[in-house]
């Protein structure tokens, strides 16, 4: 028999209020044995939960009866007082009773392998738990909608059809075929290439925007990177020092930018490197810089542009200027549009930020929705990209049949329709308990 699990499905403050969720063949058993009644599916009762003639505590509780639940289970929830004294009597009640604590996910799961949700709905609600940022949770609320799932599932069905032309073809000899059935599925198979070629151009961006848009902060020595990203952060985050390439490793700080999520990183100055281990840390800043979105590029007031920090000039960098508390004149020869900002005093610092959260906002305003968000789905709709590619009935029609059923089995992936068990662990492993 499958278990019954429970778990505090919220983290509340003192003060707050508990919920504790039940999914599983004992949940409506239990309830009656603690409240002594079942309520009225769906309508919140208020109770009294008593074990072994101790009152554990008096609140509200549910029941949700299979199917119509989340999990799809029989599911209840009491909703108690908030604290760890009432959280150790239920949880000790419950496992008396024969329950047991859920795994992270584990309700998420049981409600997909019950038909529930899809893989996309289930990561989005992962997605929205963990969520930081507006643009964030815009997404993942889009995906909860099933749009991905909708888009996928309406891929693979496109695949299909193509694939039932070929087979029939392969199955009817030519006389019997009304003409152009094979150009058909081929036309069918292209459009379908380029829709997965726009979907893939964009899905990095979204995948960006669930992770967080990455900017470097990169110039010589002792310009003020460290600073300006304490300045940033409000916070002793990076060792700011005198002596010029203390910054060895590599610091990051997560900010909200008008809703943008965005990870700040600090870097070890670009220069000749006197010792091996600022060797390292420059190696790793230009490496930083090559995976960043966007760059800071920070030079110092009164000083000539050093020639490392002004080779990453370009589109997706933009010029700052620190230092200008100095009373030094910006010497700007080469250098575009560049923000002058005082990490000292902070002056500059909102501007900076504004631009900065405006050259997100351009980057990463997405036009397409819903959209493949994580690093799964891209593969997915890869692999199906790459049978599309090999796709071609002329070098016979079995082939180009095996090829259109691989597209149709990795797009498939995407919302779990197959290959489901390859997939669960990775996809539920992220979660947190009580969801
Ligand atoms: N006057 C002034 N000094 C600054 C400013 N920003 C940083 N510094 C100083 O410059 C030195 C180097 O700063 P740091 O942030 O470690 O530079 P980094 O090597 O680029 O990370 C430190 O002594 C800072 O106090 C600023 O805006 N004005
Ligand atoms: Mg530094």
Redesign the pocket.
């Known amino acids: 028999m499958t278990a019954t699990i429970f778990a505090l499905a919220s983290a509340p403050g003192r003060g707050g209020v508990s919920v504790y969720r039940l999914s599983g063949p004992l949940a409506g058993q239990t309830v009656e044995t603690l409240a002594g009644f079942l309520p009225t599916p769906r309508m919140a009762k208020r109770a009294r939960l008593v074990h072994r003639d101790e009152t554990i505590d008096d609140g509200l509780v549910l029941w949700f009866p299979s199917p119509a639940s989340f999990t799809g289970e029989d599911v209840a929830e009491l909703h108690l007082h908030g604290g760890r004294a009432v959280a150790q009597a239920l949880s000790a009640a419950l496992v008396e009773l024969g329950l047991r604590p859920a795994e992270a996910g584990e309700f998420s799961r049981r409600a997909f392998q019950n038909g529930k949700l899809d893989l996309t709905r289930a990561e989005a609600i992962a997605d929205l738990v963990d969520a930081e940022t507006a643009a964030q949770r815009r997404q993942a609320l889009l995906q909860l909608d099933g749009g991905l799932d909708r888009l996928a599932e309406g891929w693979r069905q496109d695949l299909l059809r193509a694939l039932a032309l070929l087979e029939a073809c392969i199955d009817f000899s030519d006389e019997d075929l009304p003409d152009g059935v094979i150009e058909q599925a081929a036309d069918q198979a292209r459009a379908l290439a380029a829709e997965l070629d726009s979907h893939l151009a964009e899905g990095i961006r979204h995948e960006r925007l669930r992770d967080g848009i990455h900017v470097a902060i990169l110039g010589a020595p002792n310009a003020g990177?460290?600073s300006l990203l304490n300045r940033i952060a409000g916070r002793e985050a990076?060792i700011v020092s005198a002596t010029a390439g203390?910054?060895r490793d590599i610091i990051e700080i997560h900010l909200d930018l008008g809703g943008w999520p965005v990870v700040l990183a600090?870097t070890a100055g670009l220069r000749e490197a006197g010792e091996e281990v600022e060797a390292e840390g420059i190696r790793r800043a230009l490496a930083k810089a090559e995976a960043a979105d966007l760059k800071l590029l920070v030079f110092e007031a009164g000083l000539d542009p050093d020639p490392a920090t002004t080779s990453l000039v370009g589109p997706d960098a933009l010029v700052v200027v620190n230092k200008t508390d100095q009373g030094r004149p910006p010497n700007l020869v080469d250098l575009p549009q560049a923000i002058m900002v005082s990490a000292r005093t902070g002056d500059g610092i909102a501007q900076l930020l504004e631009t900065l959260r405006q050259q997100v906002a351009d980057r990463f305003q997405m036009t397409q929705a819903p959209a493949l968000t994580r690093s799964r789905h891209r593969a997915a709709a890869q692999e199906a990209r790459q049978a599309l590619e090999r796709f071609d009935p002329s070098l016979g029609l079995e082939l180009a049949a095996e090829e259109l059923r691989r597209a149709a089995q990795s797009i498939g992936r995407i919302a779990g329709r197959v290959d489901v068990e390859d997939i669960l662990d990775i996809v539920f492993r992220d979660f947190c308990i009580g969801k």
Do not use: E, R, V
């Open positions: 990177k460290s990076a203390t910054t600090d």
